[in-house]
């Protein structure tokens, strides 16, 4: 299938070499906003990490008393508005749903609220560029996140981060899952490699480009109403997921000793029908599962979908969260070597903030 693609990979190839081009020349104009502008992107179609590196971003800015804003897409939502959301706000009601803010901003709230960082925003809209000028505007933040921003190039931005994978493809979308050729992590102002749950040793000396070495740290298994389940508890398990690279849940699975009875992949951001939840049932039924295990981005997804929240009577959904033991892994990124090249630079922009 990959080499009948590989024509149209090519098309995709020239069409963003293009676009490239005239940002590059200054022919196409990036947008200026006064508060310091972070992206964090990658160069592959998801799956590197970006989003918990923008919570590790975050959280430094704020402990320097500064306001830190993230902005990200929210995709697949189902309004067009822009949402804004305080960081230490507790959604305990679920009155911000998947449908409105999306799996990452949710998963992102979650996570910050849950430590306490107040002060700082969350800003979903579809059109980013929009977004950051309107709580450039609005808020006047020092810093301005952008979650997903390296191919986004109207928006000026102040440091670029590239996020990659140990082993990357080697082919541009649709024959694999490149957005552009790997050699243009050279647009950025720093490289951060996820190693993420492998313990492989990384080329840390990529053409004498500055690098970051990172890699995910399990926090344990986290269920209904914040119940934390020790994983030694679990005989084996039915597993689900809809992430970019579904392999790396494999792996950390495998890595802690959990055995998987059933491993039930889905597209990335993807929205669960009630079919879907019951084959995932009958699975962990008919397999005798101990336990249901899902990453914390499909969970947020279910728990606070419209589906759930808005039911007026006993559905798929709740049936699943409240009658059945689900739980997803709780991770955080983590740096491993190199910390100094990312918050010397973000020390800098701070100082001129």
Request: proline share 3%.
């Amino acid at each position: 299938m990959k080499l009948v693609l590989i024509p149209l990979s090519w098309v995709f190839r020239i069409i963003t070499a293009i676009r490239n081009f005239l940002y590059n020349t200054g022919i196409f104009k990036a947008k200026v906003l006064l508060p310091k502008i972070i992206s964090v992107g990658n160069i592959s179609a998801g799956g590197t990490g970006k989003t918990p590196f923008v919570e590790l971003i975050f959280e430094y800015i704020i402990k320097k008393n500064k306001l830190p804003v993230i902005v990200c897409k929210g995709y697949k939502r189902e309004y067009d508005d822009i949402k804004v959301v305080e960081s230490g706000y507790s959604n305990i009601k679920h009155d911000l749903t998947t449908e409105n803010l999306g799996d990452e901003g949710l998963m992102l709230l979650e996570n910050l609220s849950s430590k306490g960082y107040k002060g700082g925003l969350i800003v979903v809209g579809d059109d980013k560029t929009k977004a950051a000028k309107f709580a450039a505007a609005k808020f006047k933040p020092d810093v301005i996140i952008i979650d997903d921003g390296f191919q986004h190039r109207k928006l000026f931005r102040d440091l670029d981060i590239v996020l990659l994978n140990p082993e990357s493809d080697k082919h541009l979308i649709p024959a694999g899952n490149l957005r552009e050729p790997l050699k243009n992590y050279k647009r950025s102002n720093l490289l951060v490699i996820n190693n993420k749950f492998n313990k492989h040793s990384v080329n840390e000396n990529r053409e004498n480009f500055p690098q970051v070495i990172c890699s995910y740290q399990f926090e344990g298994f986290r269920g209904n109403k914040g119940v934390t389940l020790p994983y030694d508890e679990i005989k084996s398990a039915a597993v689900f997921c809809g992430i970019a690279e579904p392999e790396s849940f494999r792996v950390l699975l495998n890595n802690i000793g959990i055995k998987i009875d059933s491993f039930t992949i889905f597209s990335d951001h993807h929205f669960f029908t009630g079919k879907e939840l019951t084959e995932i049932i009958n699975l962990f039924k008919s397999r005798g599962s101990s336990h249901i295990l899902t990453t914390q981005k499909d969970y947020v997804r279910i728990i606070n979908s419209e589906l759930v929240q808005k039911a007026k009577s006993e559905n798929t959904y709740k049936n699943l969260l409240l009658n059945f033991p689900l739980y997803f892994a709780k991770i955080k990124m983590q740096i491993n070597n190199n910390d100094e090249y990312l918050f010397n630079k973000i020390d800098n922009l701070l100082k001129s903030a």
